[in-house]
């Protein structure tokens, strides 16, 4: 019996701010393939493991957490922002944060929860195909995909994105201390022994400073070939 080749794969790789989770809802919409959004999975998990009470640099009980907190993504209507529901709550404001951010590239530099999680990520891969949105898709989880971008643009520049989208969710912040956070988290991910956020050798390069969405989305299609 022929096997059936696996649906394809765009993975979309870069640091935080450098506007992977719309570009790549927008282009998943745009082709009709599903979407993984790798760092909700992380960010998720910081937040179960906050919400245990869990010394985040305790690698035995994050990854015990990670082996058992439910993850669901339920799509939300008028094509509204993703809900992202752990262990049975609706917590996808509180993933947006730079607290949980935080705890997210904490725990993601733990091995054996980056292991836990590995299974969960691959079996989103489904036809018709998949955009998966992370730090590592294109090096690690999907490092066979046909199909790699890396995102990026200049800390400053991603401080005002992420500075403009609290406000309009009513938090308090500062531009200074989330540049300081953002350029803190650049160094962490980038150093850490697994995984480190890198392009991976074949993937396409889109600085999105100055950019419009609909431009990189343009970008972004375009590596895609029929």
Sequence with gaps: MQTRPPAPVLTIDGPSGSGKGTISRLVAE????????????????GYAAGAAGLDLSDAEAVTRCAETTRIQFRAAPNDGETRVIVNGRDATDELRTETAG???????????????????????????????????????????????????????????????????????????????????RDARDALRAVAPLKPAADAVLVDTTGMGIEDVVAKVLAVVKP
Excluded: C
């Design 30 to 45: 745009h082709l009709g393939w599903r979407l993984l959004d790798s760092g909700a999975l992380y960010r998720a998990l």
């Design 102 to 184: 935080a705890a997210a590239s904490a725990i993601a530099s733990v091995p054996s929860v980056r292991k836990a999680l590995v299974d969960l990520q691959l079996s989103f891969r489904k036809p018709p195909g998949l955009v998966a949105d992370g730090r590592d898709m294109g090096t690690v989880i999907f490092p066979d995909a046909a199909f790699k971008v890396f995102l990026t643009a200049s800390a400053a520049e991603r401080a005002k994105r992420r500075y403009k989208q609290l406000k309009e969710k009513g938090l308090s912040v500062t531009l200074s201390t989330l540049q300081s956070e953002i350029e803190a």
